[in-house]
């Protein structure tokens, strides 16, 4: 490129000699593409100050950063789902931002705020009195076609009054330099909680640098988005929902993470009852309302009752309860139908009807082929223009998807687009093809120019439309960015808007007094409570299972118990991990190492040590928002280090390997206890917990502590017990049955007995709120109470395996009650069946 | 014509459910062709909510809520219904079919009537290239549109087999046409598809179709049952007319409208979500009987 390289940035002072021929040699190789205007280098080939200011540091402090940056990332999860995968991707971060200086932006959002409430004031007319259609502003088939068009909501009133909440647009920068519109997004628009996720990345990694530029920060717009939601209810202070489509959406951690920062109830279709016209949460306090709820469910699958019914992602009834106006669901159902293209080509005229105005940012020029006169230019210009489908329609058959280029398409391709074009021009429009900017990148330690898209948002507030200041940002290794979508190798970058003045730093800090004092954040939802239960019996299960692997391998190493390796004891153990589904029949009898290796890895078996971390994963990933995320990060650390595929090649290295597991799971334990508030979703991990523990113990000591019991038997339970040391401070004669049975199963003072859980339990649900309002107990305590009294009122020296077995059992039933108390049972709601033939 | 309408609905479950919610299409519609002189629906049990509204098609919606435990769900729907529909338009001078297509994207109605509501692909109705070349043979160029369909219907009629039992509600309409056979709703689907496939707007129709006894013979009771046929736009002037393929009749004095829609989704009698563990039965008893005793 040839350029004036020489040009001295104004900013930085200071920089050492190898950063500077770093500078210096990325703006070298540096070559915009022909034709198509870049952010970096200027129409005249110099290199714009802003990104000079940027590059300069970044070349001499702050690379390395960015590594320990994006390791953060991988860390706490952050991760999107590509189309039709099972697994997560880590997120996909550029370390350079996209630098925008303020008066682009000012345009930017004079702009966006423009068309968001061009598209409000159409939503609001054509879901009302239907004027643009009837007097032929918008010919009626062109809103028809799209499957977003709710009919049934015709008429109905938006609680709040609205219905765009958020909205997004696509914009990209054409070749004149301008920005144009190339999609609106309004249906559910995702993408906001990822340039939050992408701002705290960058912002960690260069904390001097992002300072020192006057970045716009973002945390006032989300302010002013959750105020706006709060609005839209009618309490005073409503309880705001979003609703997921469930952790297998593409975005579920993007939703996840929004709900956290927002302190929104992040909640699935199942979670919600409509009921007499308004929606309500299953909690654990029986059903409460939910008087906001933000979706990322797409309207079709709201409501299985009168839209998609084959949906298994809505609530019945829910759309009846929008009609009446007893709950705001944002953005609006049907507000999506504005996404069709069909209506792109609609929007001058459109502005200049309902606002009096010209568009300020203009959107890719398009035609719809419903309209003779649209259809015969397209068909006249086909190789210059590309060629889409006018509505979002699912395309059963495959076939032609998304924008193509008439140009590329093959000539069978070409053949079957004319059929289905000669006979449905109203399937498609046409576009003009625009070429868009490019932003540099880092790749391979070298800068690169790459294509974007940058979403901008908008969010309704109390004080009209407000910007978010910065944006998400997708860079495509293509150059026909049209086809941008993350499933696609692209990348995201975060957004710089850059101020000439110092900005006010804020955080979400509420600036007026009226914050009302809590302690408690709402109702623990029923779904949260049954994850949250389950997660602590698998980590429970975890544990114990490492215990008796652990006890497997020493069997052969410590001396004094060598014997182990002979007679019942050892069989016992390994009959119990057979029991326990972490080994085969067949691995079980072959060598210690084998076995251990089985109980610890093997992927098959569902009881084994990875099998459960996993479990335990999948649980946790259900319900993200409510952990913290280094106990994420503990969990993906021990899977990492359990379903790595390095062999462990003696009984050594696997006891290293469960000693290691033992340590993350007291690191688990350690954390729930000190770092999660004691309210009732901490009480559900540790009822789960306490639940499996207690039916653990008095599984062992059934089946090492019964009447013949030999001194490995109690040796070993005493090491599953992880009371070795208490007993022998305690017992300095050796190992005897009814004081190894007391310490175990009796011992209020034992954190592993028996005894200790139970007590634990009474307590928990002491507190836990209770549904009746006659006094009377629930099931869960009816069990629990006598139960707990019994044993403590045991004598140990009448303690045999019939009484254990009854309390082991009395357990489960206990599960069992706390499962139909607590949890969305029965909440699989199935639909009718449907007349099988007709005449 | 004056008709007696009974349409009962009995779902029989083998545990109990302990919610329903149901949505009910139940109610036939009054317009040019028939006049509803009474209607009424009873549910038992006895629903604890129950609210009517008027659908997106036009259909009268009742929606209720049981909330108790039931084993059985009866939904007994009757109505008295005066049916005059007007002799259709003439076969010959009906608007080319190209200029129909022109007008209903050109159309400003997007109400229940409006003929750009039925110009689209639905999830159940999808436009099949076969199926559009199979209704190109009737609609030749500049063919009058009473007479381009009426041949398309006939062809339907001719080419595939009455089979009940052979397809479901579900069955995708590519499935049916290839299969050559089916029951009302297929041969509907087929019309759908194929005429949707050229741009002519076509509604799918859900009602009840008078049956004569064989001479001599009672009536027998329940043995009539729901029928579809479709409904095609000719034009502003001739409007919707009814075409039924199973029979390869225009829609007459015979033909009793329930509701119309975009395809079966829209027009479901019974849409309902219930929880449940077991299985649940259905079974559906359907009588016509017109008022002169015939």
């Known amino acids: 490129m040839a350029t004036d390289t020489s040009t001295e940035p104004r900013h930085g002072g200071g920089r050492d000699a190898p950063a500077a021929r770093r500078l210096s040699a990325w703006l070298k190789g540096y070559r915009p593409l022909p034709g198509v205007p870049d952010e970096l280098f200027d129409e005249h080939g110099r290199p714009r100050d802003r990104w000079i200011a940027f590059l300069g540091e970044f070349a001499a402090h702050t690379e390395g950063a960015f590594g320990i940056a994006t390791r953060h990332l991988r860390d706490t999860g952050a991760s999107h789902r590509v189309y039709g995968e099972d697994h997560e991707q880590t997120w996909p971060i550029d370390p350079l931002p996209l630098i925008l200086d ?4 000012d345009e930017i959002t004079a702009g966006v705020t423009q068309r968001a409430n061009l598209i409000e004031a159409v939503l609001q007319d054509i879901y009302g009195e239907g004027k643009l259609v009837s007097e032929g502003a918008l010919p ?96 005073s202070d409503p309880r705001i929902c979003l609703l997921t489509p469930g952790p297998f959406s593409q975005t579920y951690f993007e939703q996840a993470h929004l709900a956290r920062y927002l302190g929104f109830l992040l909640v699935e279709g199942d979670d919600l009852v409509a009921r007499d016209g308004k929606v309500y949460v299953r909690t654990i306090a029986g059903l409460k309302r939910a008087d906001v709820i933000l979706r990322r469910v797409d309207a079709d699958f709201l ?82 223009l590309i060629v889409a489908p006018a509505f979002n329609t699912p395309n059963p058959d495959g076939g032609f998807a998304g924008p193509r280029l008439v140009a590329d398409m093959s000539p069978d391709e070409r053949a079957a687009f004319m059929r289905k074009f000669a006979d449905r021009p109203g399937d498609f429009v046409g576009q003009d093809v625009v070429r868009l900017s490019t932003m540099p990148v880092l790749r391979d330690g070298k800068l690169e120019p790459a294509p974007f898209v940058l979403r901008v948002f908008a969010a309704a507030t109390p004080d009209g439309i407000k910007i978010l200041p910065g944006g998400f940002c997708r860079m495509s290794d293509r150059t026909d960015v049209r086809a941008i979508s993350m499933g696609e190798g692209a990348r995201t970058a975060d957004v710089w808007v850059i101020d000439e003045k110092p900005v006010e730093r804020l955080t979400l800090i509420p600036s007026r007094d009226d914050v009302k004092v809590r302690r408690i954040l709402g109702h623990l939802p029923s779904r949260a409570a049954d994850n949250l239960f389950w997660l602590g019996r698998y980590i429970e299960r975890a544990e114990a299972t490492l215990r008796l692997v652990r006890s497997l391998c020493t069997s052969l190493m410590a001396s004094e118990a060598a014997i182990h390796a002979s007679g019942e004891t050892f069989d016992t153990l390994r009959r119990l991990l057979v029991e326990w589904g972490a080994l085969d029949e067949k691995t079980m009898a072959s060598s210690v190492l084998e076995a251990a290796r089985a109980s610890l890895h093997d992927e098959t078996a569902w009881g084994s040590v990875i099998s459960l971390v996993r479990s335990a994963k999948r649980t946790a990933s259900g319900m993200r928002e409510r952990l913290s995320p280094d106990f994420w990060a503990l969990l993906l650390e021990l899977e990492a280090d359990l379903g790595g595929d390095e062999v462990l090649g003696s009984e050594a290295e696997a006891l290293k390997q469960v000693e290691d597991a033992l340590q993350h799971l007291a690191g688990l334990s350690g954390l729930s206890q000190e770092n999660m508030n004691r309210v009732a979703g901490w009480r559900f991990l540790d009822m789960g917990r306490r639940i499996e523990r207690g039916v653990n113990i008095c599984r062992f000591t059934r089946m090492l502590a019964h009447d013949k019991a030999t001194l490995d038997d109690l040796d070993l339970l005493l090491d599953l017990a992880d009371s070795q040391i208490t007993y022998r401070a ?53 069990i629990l109470l006598p139960l707990a009294t019994e044993v403590e009122t045991e004598d140990a020296r009448r303690l045999d395996a019939d009484k254990t077995h009854r309390w082991e059992r009395a357990l489960m039933r206990a599960s069992g009650a706390i499962a139909d108390r607590f949890f969305l049972q029965g909440a699989n709601a199935v639909p009718t069946v449907k007349l099988v033939g007709l005449a | 014509m004056i008709y007696g309408l009974r349409h009962r609905t009995t779902y029989s479950y083998s545990d109990s459910v302990s919610f329903a919610r149901c949505v009910l299409r139940l ?162 689907q087929i019309m759908i598809s194929g005429l949707r496939g050229l741009g002519v707007p076509t509604a799918y129709v859900s009602g009840y179709l008078r049956t004569i006894p064989p001479e001599g013979q009672p009536r027998l009771e329940g043995a009539d049952a729901t029928h579809a046929w479709v409904s095609v736009w000719c034009g502003e002037a001739a409007g919707w007319v009814g075409f039924d393929p199973t029979n390869d009749i225009l829609a007459a004095d015979d033909h009793i409208v329930l509701a119309v829609g975009r395809d079966y989704a829209d027009v479901a009698p019974i849409d309902g979500v219930i929880l449940a563990t077991g299985a649940q039965t259905l079974k559906v008893e359907v009588d016509v009987v017109p008022e002169d005793g015939t």
């Open chain 1, 140 to 235: 009626a088939a062109a809103l028809a076609g799209s499957p977003d068009f709710l009919r049934s909501m015709v008429g109905a009133k938006p609680a709040g009054g609205r219905y765009l909440q958020l909205y997004a647009a696509d914009l990209g920068r054409g070749p004149d330099g301008r920005w144009w519109v190339l999609d609106d997004r309004t249906q559910a628009p995702s993408g906001a909680g990822y340039a939050l996720q992408n701002r705290l990345v960058v912002s960690r990694a260069y904390p001097a640098l992002y300072n020192s530029m006057n970045v716009h920060r973002v945390a006032p717009f989300f302010d002013a988005f959750r105020k706006g939601l709060s609005e839209a209810g009618d309490r």
């Open chain 1, 102 to 105: 303020q008066a682009e932006w």
């Open chain 1, 303 to 384: 409501d299985p009752l009168e839209l998609n019914t084959s949906s298994r992602l809505g609530t019945p009834g829910m759309l009846e309860a929008i009609r009446e106006g007893g709950v705001a669901v944002m953005n609006m159902p049907g507000s999506g139908v504005m996404e069709s293209r069909a209506l792109l080509g609609f929007m001058p005229q459109l502005a200049r009807r309902l606002l009096g105005e010209e568009l300020k940012l203009p959107n890719v020029a398009t035609w719809w082929c419903g309209q003779p006169r649209e259809r015969d230019l397209v068909e006249s210009t086909l190789e210059d």
């Open chain 1, 730 to 782: 305690r017992y300095l004669v050796g190992l005897a049955l009814t004081p190894v049975r007391d310490l175990v199963m009796l011992d209020p003072y034992n954190t592993r007995s028996l005894a200790f859980q139970l007590t634990t339990l009474k307590d928990h649900l002491s507190v836990l709120p209770t549904l009746q309002d006659d006094g009377m107990l629930e099931e869960p305590s009816r």
């Open chain 2, 27 to 188: 109610t036939p519609r009054s317009s040019a062709s028939q006049t509803v002189l009474e209607s009424s629906i009873r549910v038992t049990p006895r629903p604890s909510m129950r609210q009517e509204r008027t659908g997106a098609f036009g259909a009268q919606m009742v929606t209720v809520m049981v909330d108790r435990p039931h084993d059985t769900l009866v939904i007994d729907a009757r109505s008295r219904v005066d049916v005059h529909t007007p002799p259709p338009p003439d076969a010959i001078s009906s608007l080319p079919w190209e200029a129909v297509r022109g007008l209903a994207f050109e159309n400003r109605d997007i109400g229940p009537e409006g003929p750009a509501n039925y110009l689209y692909a639905t999830n159940r109705t999808q436009l099949v290239p076969r199926i559009t070349d199979y209704a190109r043979e009737s609609l030749k160029p500049g063919r009058p549109i009473v007479a381009a369909v009426s041949e398309l219907m006939s062809r339907v009629y001719r080419d595939f087999r009455y089979d009940p039992g052979a397809t479901e509600v579900s069955t995708p309409v590519w499935q049916a046409f290839d299969a050559r056979h089916g029951v009302c709703q297929d041969f509907a």
